[in-house]
């Protein structure tokens, strides 16, 4: 049985000036794992600012109704994941207000 492939591809940013690229693979996953140290690891300052901002909104909310400090644990961890959603545009964002040119690589 003959099972078509999914085109897969790398999304990289070159400098106009001096022609350094970045690779960003996996942004999901890394914005899971490391929360807004990610989008400091690619100077999205705007992602890592709303990343601390509404985090510690919504874990100061969630401990204010149950009373129980370690609810910020499973606050995080959900704010992780839907942060993971919008990790890739929100780094994509920040390179190209800074001029850098985006290029898909396309894997075969």
Same mark, same amino acid.
């Given at each position: 049985?003959?099972?078509?492939?999914?085109?897969?591809?790398?999304?990289?940013?070159?400098?106009? *000036?001096?022609?350094?690229?970045?690779?960003? $693979?996996?942004? +999901?996953?890394?914005?899971?794992? /490391? +929360?807004?140290?990610?989008?400091?690891?690619? +100077?999205?300052?705007? +992602?890592?600012?709303?990343?601390? *901002?509404?985090?510690? /909104? *919504?874990?100061?909310?969630?401990?204010?109704?149950?009373?129980?400090?370690?609810?910020?644990?499973?606050? $995080? *961890?959900?704010?992780?994941?839907?942060?993971?959603?919008?990790?890739?545009?929100?780094?994509?964002?920040?390179?190209?207000?800074?001029?850098?040119?985006?290029?898909?690589?396309?894997?075969?």
């Amino acid at each position: 049985m003959n099972i078509p492939r999914v085109p897969k591809s790398e999304l990289h940013f070159r400098n106009p *000036i001096n022609n350094y690229t970045v690779k960003v $693979t996996q942004a +999901g996953l890394w914005t899971f794992l /490391f +929360g807004g140290l990610y989008f400091l690891k690619h +100077g999205a300052w705007e +992602g890592f600012f709303l990343y601390i *901002i509404l985090s510690g /909104f *919504i874990d100061f909310l969630a401990v204010l109704a149950t009373g129980d400090p370690s609810i910020v644990i499973l606050t $995080t *961890i959900v704010f992780n994941l839907v942060f993971a959603v919008w990790g890739e545009s929100l780094v994509s964002h920040s390179y190209q207000k800074r001029g850098w040119v985006e290029e898909r690589k396309w894997l075969v």
